[in-house]
């Protein structure tokens, strides 16, 4: 019996197979956005200190 296949799953397997090296470019696209290098403790401190607190209401 053969396993059903939605119409997404069959698009996104013709599209990775059309441009292999797509998975790559996503991994390489989100490491740009997301990942992020950790921040040492003194940094998070100096940070922590330069920050503007805001005001009660911001409109005003």
């Keep these: ?4 296949k939605s119409n997404i799953s069959l698009f ?3 599209l990775k197979t059309q441009q292999p090296d797509l998975e790559q470019a996503q991994q390489e696209g989100r ?3 997301w990942d992020k290098a ?3 403790p003194d940094d998070q401190k100096r940070n922590q200190i330069a920050r503007v607190k805001q005001k009660a209401y ?3």
Excluded: T
């Excluded at 019996?1 to 059903?4: E, I, L, N, V």
């Design 31 to 33: 490491a740009l956005l």
């Design 1 to 4: 019996m053969a396993q059903y």
């Design 12 to 14: 996104l397997e013709e």
């Design 38 to 40: 950790p921040i040492s």
């Design 58 to 60: 911001v409109y005003q």
